[in-house]
């Protein structure tokens, strides 16, 4: 009996965790379901929809323009070093500009966002729910997910690819004048090889993604708080899940959506 | 007809079961329109989840829950969205939104729900702070900025704002001083009386049996989910049931 009981420990550890996980799949798709259906419901919150896309989008505005800057800096000498071996340095304006416009400013945007906006669309939320806010709408009368999640959740699928266009700008002026003040390759080579390879076509992936991760964040942004239930340890706990899942389906769907788009566009 | 001899909350065995655990069981009772009637007892006796049977915020394992007339358990949707509008309600800490002012927190359900001109509403927000006794000075503080009181009183603003006929006020001195709590229950029962012409029902949930006993009408009993007693304010302290007394001789 006690061997039994020792081989069925594992187990049932095993069914808990696939139980707990399913349960929560259910719950978010419930939660995914609640937004498509209340997208759509008036009374329409244009004023909170504004509120929030000023808070997502121009809020995030600095540390978007910083983190681009810098990365196009840093991606003009990383491969400006390694193409230059094999003589190849001209096409540093292109390749920078394209891992900007596919992979980088959509992921890395999305990453920022995640973990500015989604943490803090999970912790108002919380916040909120533990101090019986969102009680007091629902007893008013107002749909707490309405008022509060649909909102937060268009601006955020909004706002993000504003946002990554942005980083790809700002990135990419920050490689050009690495690459032509600094490493010294020259500026209509700089310019004609950019036109050569890349094409307006090239930014439709990244614009693609960071819709999807706008959406992504700032629906597991809500999820996570209106998921908070023990007090302010509770809203530490809603937060951070918020940033850790936010940021881990950013990184896993970008290479499901690769390799779809890739095919595509 | 006497202002409350008709039944404004009408409970019909409603049992209540959380993981195999009843919260409330089997119960039965009324409350008289225009009345004040206050649901005493010991933590966990179901006094909290009783309330939100009756605003349709938890439905009933088994029973029915009638409130002005309608089968709460039935109610879904903008049908039951609508109905919560007949209530106001006063939360243990207020539960003001934090982001908003104290204006724009009694602004708030009059905005949303009716079409008052900007006018309008400034005189309305202006009446119902004025009537919980708060200057102008504390109408463009945040509710971080207010004392424990204050924000009751805003909080209670804001429940009167669209003329509720059912008032509830989920431990409404918890947590305050003695001086704020016989504020607070002086208001209640103020606000009880000012609303008194369009029978405006009170439901109160309450630790404290020293203003139960004095703003009361009536007070149920709880414990463990069932109501043990349920009287007038006045027989209810002179209750023999041991449960009682120990709580009416603290």
Known sequence: MKRLKKVAKPIEHIGDVVLSTLKEMGKMTKFLYLFFYWVTKPPYRTALFFEQLYFIGNKSLFIIILSGLFTGMVMAYQTYFGFKMISVDSLVGPVVALTMAKELAPVLSGLIVSGRAGAAMAAQIGTMKVTEQVDALEVMGIDSFQYLAVPRIIAGTISLPMLSIIFQLVGNTGSWFVGTKALMIDDAMYYSKLSDFMFIEDLYQGIIKSFFFGFLISLLGTYFGFSVTKGAEGVGKGTNLAVVWGMITILISDYFLTSILIRIL | ?250
Do not use: C, W
């Open chain 2, 1 to 250: 007809m006497d202002t409350m001899s008709e039944n404004v909350i009408s409970l019909r065995n409603v049992t209540k079961i959380f993981s195999d655990f009843p919260v409330l069981h089997e119960l039965t009772f009324d409350i008289k329109r225009g009345s004040i009637t206050t649901l005493l007892g010991f933590s966990g006796a179901g006094k909290s989840t009783l309330l939100k049977h009756i605003l349709g915020l938890l439905k009933p394992t088994s029973g029915d829950v009638i409130v002005l007339g309608q089968n709460v358990v039935a109610l879904e949707g903008t049908a039951l969205k609508e109905f919560r509008q007949n209530f106001g309600m006063l939360f243990q800490y207020a539960a003001l939104f934090d982001s908003l002012t104290t204006f724009e927190n009694v602004a708030f359900p009059i905005r949303e729900f009716t079409d008052f001109t900007e006018e309008q509403v400034e005189q309305k927000v202006s009446e119902l702070l004025t009537s919980v006794n708060l200057s102008d000075k504390t109408y463009y503080k945040l509710p971080s900025e207010l004392s424990g009181g204050m924000r009751k009183r805003v909080g209670l603003a804001r429940a009167l704002a669209l003329q509720p006929a059912i008032m509830l006020y989920d431990e409404p001195t918890t947590g305050l001083d003695p001086i704020t709590t016989k504020m607070v229950n002086e208001l209640i029962v103020q606000t009880a009386k000012n609303n008194r012409a369009r029978k405006m029902t009170s439901v109160i949930i309450s630790h404290d049996i020293k203003a139960t006993l004095q703003i009361s009408d009536y007070i149920a009993f709880l414990h463990r989910g069932r109501v043990v007693e349920y009287l007038p304010s006045a027989e209810f302290k002179k209750s023999s049931n041991p449960l009682v007394r120990e709580f009416v001789d603290l």
